[in-house]
């Protein structure tokens, strides 16, 4: 699987967007980009999923650039219960689709 | 909908005792569950692929016979930690995909805190 690279921590002012970045330079052509966050002392929750095309559920969107080699998460409109560590993981379905993590961001949403 | 719960939540045990913990799927069933481990301040790592009906897979540097694991039903995979040592307190989380939908994401369960004394 493709390695991420995400920066280590970010702040957002409550009610703005927060847009988290992924750098998956090396990604393959089958890998999906997947995003999750763990909340303290909680399991990883799903975000959303994206192989080509940009997509956007109830919590998130997520924009793929043409070239597949980063990403964006984005809360359109952060708030304190955000505050969360944010994984971007490339997977492919190949082994088995288990999920490796890297260190994530920890975004911070600050009144 | 999909739904995986861990049981217990928190537990307490003595060195040298054993300890079990189950991962359930509630609302689907799930032939390939997974498990992590995250130290504090760290990231998760995973540990090992449980496998309905055949014999998990471990990651490298796993220690197989300290960490036993059953994945004896398409909705129940259990980890056992034998023989616990101080350094095996940590927070272990379990997931799971449905069944035969590839393209859905892995579910993870709340975890289960564990410490020895």
């Known amino acids: 699987d493709a390695k991420t690279t995400q920066p280590t921590s970010m702040d957002c002012a409550e009610g703005r967007a927060a847009n988290l970045p992924c750098n998956h330079s090396t990604i393959s052509g089958n890998e999906y980009v997947y995003w999750y966050r763990q909340i303290h002392s909680q399991g990883p929750q799903y975000i959303i999923h994206g192989l080509k095309n940009n997509e956007t559920n109830e919590m998130a969107s997520l924009i793929i650039t043409e070239d597949r080699k980063s990403s964006t998460l984005i809360l359109p409109h952060a708030t304190l219960r955000d505050t969360a560590v944010y994984y971007c993981i490339a997977l492919t379905y190949n082994q088995g689709g288990k999920l490796i993590f890297g260190q994530g961001t920890e975004l911070s949403v600050k009144p | ?117």
């Open chain 2, 1 to 117: 909908g999909a739904v995986v719960s861990q049981h217990p939540s928190w537990v307490i045990c003595k060195s040298g005792t054993s300890v079990k913990i189950e991962c359930r799927s509630l609302d689907f069933q799930a032939t390939t569950m997974f498990w992590y481990r995250q130290f504090p301040k760290q990231s998760l790592m995973l540990m090992a692929t449980s496998n309905e009906g055949s014999k998990a897979t471990y990651e490298q540097g796993v220690e197989k016979d300290k960490f036993l694991i059953n994945h004896a039903s398409l909705t129940l995979s259990t980890l056992t930690v034998t023989s616990a040592h101080p350094e095996d307190s940590s927070f272990y989380i379990c997931s799971a995909r449905v069944e035969g939908n590839y393209n859905s994401p892995l579910h993870f369960g709340n975890g289960t805190r564990l410490t020895v004394t």
